[in-house]
């Protein structure tokens, strides 16, 4: 390899094109989603065959754009489920639908496609490098027409080296509202033309942020988050489900700030490519204590805001450590990212003095 060669291009070529075809299969399934397409998991969270389509795509990708090399990846589904008699329906669908997007001469089996999705049981850790994905973000959103993302991430150590979010309902220009992008996500059926093709985001450590449409073949553009200190038309920008995180504590940080618009509430990491690309300048997610959040959660996030010049760590401003496996152990109170820096700091200490106010 040339010395002047960028680090990790060849993982971000497979990054960017795994995440486009799972994004592809995603919106493909989004609109006609059955009943019998999606169930609840244990925790009362929602699992779709387009979760599990995606992480078998991406896995595949993956694979085989790197045959030498063991895959460790750390990702959200798993098979068991799909393995029982029970199962046997909906991973034919499943198979069906990663056939039809990866296109291949030897058509995939039911128990190939098992494997690959469990091929995302890593437990990840401190050595080595991790590929981290999240199949489908805000899978609640994705069920109910609004946003989701798919998110693909590389760790090394305790960071994010890497990042891809495939956004397919997110509008690639402002306007950032509530209603418009609500209106915009569940206005992209099948039957309608949609108004662009989503948003594919991607960062590599110390080369910047960027994105293009989610089409292909698209050049990216450079995308940098606020530099401005944004006063009260500040846009802050929290989870769409409640349960998800505290809307009470958020909006009262926001308020401490200055921020005087109500929320913009969205599912899933399409937050962090808002505050990416200078749309928004605050995301605050607060879930219930003893929640544990997960790194496919945040992971490919994390980097895109970094590198948009954006800052992120938990609510007492301690930087995200993606090495402890798949949780990020030792979070407290929540995540707090904001651009441009002094916003964050101010948000931080907004987040103390809160604390001792209810202690
Ligand atoms: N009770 C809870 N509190 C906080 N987060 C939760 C939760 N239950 C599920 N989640 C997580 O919240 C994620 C979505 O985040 P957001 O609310 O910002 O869109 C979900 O991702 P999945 O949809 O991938 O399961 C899931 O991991
Ligand atoms: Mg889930
Ligand atoms: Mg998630
Ligand atoms: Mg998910």
Redesign the pocket.
């Known amino acids: 390899m040339p010395a002047t060669m960028p680090a990790l291009q060849e993982e971000l070529k497979a990054a960017r094109q795994a995440v486009t075809l799972a994004s592809r299969l995603c919106r493909s399934v989004q609109m006609t989603l059955g009943s019998a397409e999606h169930q609840d998991k244990p ?1 009362d ?1 929602p699992v779709t065959v387009a979760d599990y389509g995606a992480q078998a795509v991406v896995a595949w990708t993956l694979k085989e754009a790197f045959p030498g090399t063991p895959l460790s990846l750390i990702a ?1 589904e798993d098979a068991d489920d799909l393995r029982l008699p029970s199962g046997a329906a909906m991973l034919d669908r499943i198979t069906a639908l990663v056939n039809e997007t990866l296109g291949l001469a030897r058509q995939l089996a039911p128990a190939q496609v098992a494997d690959l999705i469990d091929a995302g049981g890593s437990p990840g850790g401190r050595t080595g490098r991790h590929w981290v994905l ?1 199949p ?6 994705f069920v109910g027409r609004r946003q ?1 993302a798919v998110c693909l991430g590389l760790i090394e150590g305790e960071e994010v080296t890497l990042g891809v979010l495939g956004c397919p309902n997110l509008p690639q220009a402002a306007p950032v509202g509530q209603a418009s992008l609500d209106a915009e996500a569940a206005g992209r059926d099948a039957r309608l033309a949609p108004r662009d093709s989503g948003c594919l985001f991607h960062a590599v450590k110390g080369q910047g942020a960027w994105v293009c449409g989610l089409a292909g073949g698209e050049v990216p553009a450079r995308i940098s988050a606020q530099t401005d200190p944004e006063g009260s038309a500040a846009v802050y920008m929290t ?3 409640s ?3 505290n809307h009470d504590l958020t909006d009262r940080l926001a308020a401490a700030v200055g921020v005087s618009r109500p929320a913009l509430k ?4 399409a ?1 962090y490519g808002l505050l990416a690309r200078g749309d928004a300048s605050i995301f605050l ?1 607060m ?2 204590p003893g ?1 544990k ?2 790194v ?2 945040h992971a490919a996030g994390a980097v895109l805001v970094t590198e948009a010049g954006g800052c992120i760590s938990d609510c007492h401003g301690r930087p995200l450590d993606f090495g402890a496996g798949r949780f990020l152990e030792g979070l407290q109170g929540g995540i707090i990212a904001a651009a441009p820096p002094t916003l964050h700091a101010a948000l931080v200490r907004a987040y103390t003095e809160a604390a001792a106010v209810d202690a």
């Open positions: 925790d969270s959200e999240d489908i973000d805000g899978t609640r959103g989701y989870s769409w489900e349960r998800h995180s969205l599912d899933s990491q937050k997610r879930p219930a929640y959040e997960k496919w959660d």
